[in-house]
């Protein structure tokens, strides 16, 4: 289908916000230097064309589109995949649709030309979504027209009103529906411009005040015409004017600010198509036409959004052969150059009929039309697109995966993206450790990429056979302010943690393992000189080492739960006052205070002793393997020298 016949037809809208109301549907600009996310939506027959797209505030897709069998159908990915289904089932004319969504419900209504009946009973209906069903069609026009005469509208969806701009028989009209959220009954119709063929392929949008404002195409006079009622009644006004034919598949978004943008497609008599660009500031004047990019001889007809930067996005058909095309996508983000590129060309046409949305997050959404293979698809863009592998493996808890994970961040837009410091987030960050990173405040160029590497780390308190999750955040602030968060997981195994540790005067190895349910875990414990071990004990009572009767290495049998092993050692010396064990008379005298005691049992602590501290201590000797208070006289072998402080001794045998 050509783009002139395409003017006559009811083009897509788009929902509250940054927004944008097509004049007329047309193909799509593309390239594959980005990284584009693509989708089939429905190939039953011959579907697709006359495709709308509206997003609503849980930034899910809502499509109205036309089937060969005078259809209207309608489909969304709301639900997380994609559902389909025929809203209107005949008498629905291939003159296009227009979908919005209303913000406070997220139910969607469309526009569409209905041709049963007489003269008087056939034009523009609306078909809204009640929450559970599609409602009964509603009919905004006062009165019948010639029904051969070309027909197009758009609808835009402001603080719960809908607006509709539409031509009837060969003059262009306005109305909007009467009561907020209610699209059931609509106000008499305006007439804004009366003069033959004005209106064609027009596009409206609505400001936060209510105030609309429309851009159209005559179609004889080849003029591109806006008005508006901003000052309260409608005024009419002459965009652009030549021998070229202008204003062709125009399309009209509006920004938070007020601000309007608008793309068109303009010829000249060579002719050279092309795809220009026009802004108006609030309550200013239309800037000068700057040319966006080459539709080629038979593309063109733009659809255009508007993103929190008050960038414009714009989608387009670029075909120079009937039967031939692709989808393409051109910004000016980043500054006033324009870049383009390719989005789709995985068949030999595609790419009519495309709408073009974006959500908070800045994600590019296009609808479009693949006359290849007569289907409906959608191709999406996110401006950070972080590639991430399937989730960790099993990992005990305790310990890491290995080898490190990378993780690579691509910057999907045409123009540089300044990235801030990459954290993990969510429910367990601290399970998920950053090991390097070549991201964070990086000024990261348009189609190039970095990397994060990272490894799973689940603590020992983890529960087992458990799914850890987390975020990876990461914030962008030029030119946009968003933080995209890729989604982390991991799993901890089945396996008991137990660990090993050792008290004064040996060691005990391993200090940490795994251990599958039911499993063995054998502990080598080797005191340090001067030291036996006293015990070896499990925490949980479940399994004991009793001193004397076993020896090194210990065998922990059946573990059935987290423990931790205990090794515990003895010699003959301690300090009565802090009870720790010495493995000699010299160590236990450098551990002392002034005043206080060592004893040493009922055996033989071989080892010079040198008395050297300008402290009062004591040595008591004569007791059992207990320390208990009974008197045994203790042999000391080898030399005390007192040179400093003094040494009271009882119950010794100096040798």
């Not at 050692?569 to 301690?574: A, C, G, K, W």
Request: net charge negative.
């Amino acid at each position: 289908m050509t783009t002139r016949t395409w003017l006559n037809l009811i083009p897509r809208a788009f929902p509250l916000g940054l927004a944008a109301g097509l004049c007329c549907l047309a193909p799509a600009l593309a390239s594959a230097a980005s990284q584009w996310t693509t989708s089939q939506v429905d190939n039953t027959a011959s579907v697709g064309q006359y495709a709308s797209l509206a997003l609503d505030t849980n930034k899910k897709m809502h499509i109205s589109y036309f089937d060969s069998a005078a259809k209207l159908k309608y489909a969304t990915d709301k639900s997380g995949s994609w559902a389909r289904t025929s809203v209107i089932a005949s008498s629905v004319v291939a003159a296009g649709t227009a979908i919005a969504v209303d913000a406070a419900t997220n139910n969607p209504q469309i526009s569409y030309y209905y041709n049963a009946g007489s003269s008087n009973t056939r034009g523009i209906r609306d078909v809204a979504y009640t929450g559970s069903a599609w409602g009964t069609a509603s009919n905004p026009n006062s009165a019948g027209f010639t029904p051969s005469t070309a027909m197009a509208t758009t609808i835009f969806n402001q603080g719960g009103f809908s607006y509709l701009a539409y031509v009837r028989g060969s003059t262009l009209y306005y109305t909007k529906s009467s009561t907020a959220h209610d699209y059931t009954a609509w106000a008499t119709p305006t007439q804004i411009d009366s003069t033959t063929n004005a209106g064609v392929g027009n596009s409206i949008v609505v400001n936060a005040a209510g105030k609309a404002y429309v851009v159209g195409y005559n179609s004889t006079s080849t003029d591109l015409l806006y008005y508006t009622n901003e000052t309260g009644s409608w005024v009419k006004t002459t965009l652009a004017s030549s021998a070229s034919i202008v204003g062709k598949g125009c399309s009209l978004a509006i920004d938070a600010s007020g601000n309007l943008h608008l793309s068109y497609l303009e010829t000249t008599a060579t002719p050279t198509y092309k795809i220009r660009y026009l802004k108006k500031l609030a309550g200013g004047a239309w800037q000068s036409a700057v040319d966006v990019a080459d539709s080629g001889s038979l593309g063109g007809a733009p659809s255009i959004a508007v993103d929190s930067t008050g960038a414009a996005h714009i989608s387009f058909y670029y075909s120079n052969a009937t039967g031939s095309g692709k989808l393409r996508y051109a910004t000016n983000l980043g500054g006033a150059t324009w870049n383009s590129e390719d989005v789709d060309t995985s068949s030999a046409d595609l790419g009519s009929y495309s709408g073009i949305a974006l959500d908070s997050d800045q994600t590019v959404y296009i609808a479009y039309y693949d006359a290849t293979n007569s289907a409906l698809k959608v191709s999406t863009k996110k401006p950070l697109l972080a590639t991430v592998p399937a989730a960790f493996s099993n990992v005990d808890r305790g310990y890491q995966s290995s080898p490190d994970t990378a993780i690579t961040i691509t910057n999907n837009l045409l123009t540089n993206q300044s990235i801030g410091t990459i954290v993990t987030g969510g429910a367990n960050p601290t399970d998920f450790v950053i090991a390097s990173d070549s991201c964070s405040n990086l000024q990261l160029l348009p189609q190039s990429s970095c990397t994060v590497q990272l490894h799973f780390a689940p603590p020992v308190n983890a529960p087992r056979s458990t799914a850890r999750i987390a975020t990876l955040a990461i914030p962008a602030t030029t030119p946009y302010t968003l933080t995209a968060a890729t989604s982390l997981s991991g799993t901890t195994s089945d396996k008991y943690l137990v660990t090993g540790s050792a008290g004064n005067g040996g060691s005990i190895n391993p200090t940490m393992v795994a251990v599958a349910p039911g499993g063995n875990q054998i502990f080598t414990v080797t005191p340090s000189s001067g030291f036996s071990v006293g015990n070896v004990t499990a925490n949980t009572g479940v399994s004991q080492f009793v001193p004397d009767t076993l020896t090194s290495p210990y065998t922990l049998s059946n573990i059935s739960a987290d423990e931790n092993v205990l090794a515990a050692f003895v010699s003959p010396i301690r300090i009565l006052d802090n009870t720790y064990f010495y493995g000699s008379l010299q160590s236990a005298y450098g551990a002392v205070n002034d005043g206080w005691t060592i004893q040493s049992q009922a055996s033989i602590p071989a080892g010079d002793l040198l008395v050297d501290r300008d402290l009062s201590v004591n040595l008591s000797g004569g007791y059992d393997s207990t320390f208990a208070s009974q008197p045994n006289l203790t042999a000391v072998q080898g030399n005390v020298t007192i040179s400093n402080g003094t040494l009271a001794v009882d119950n010794l045998l100096l040798q």
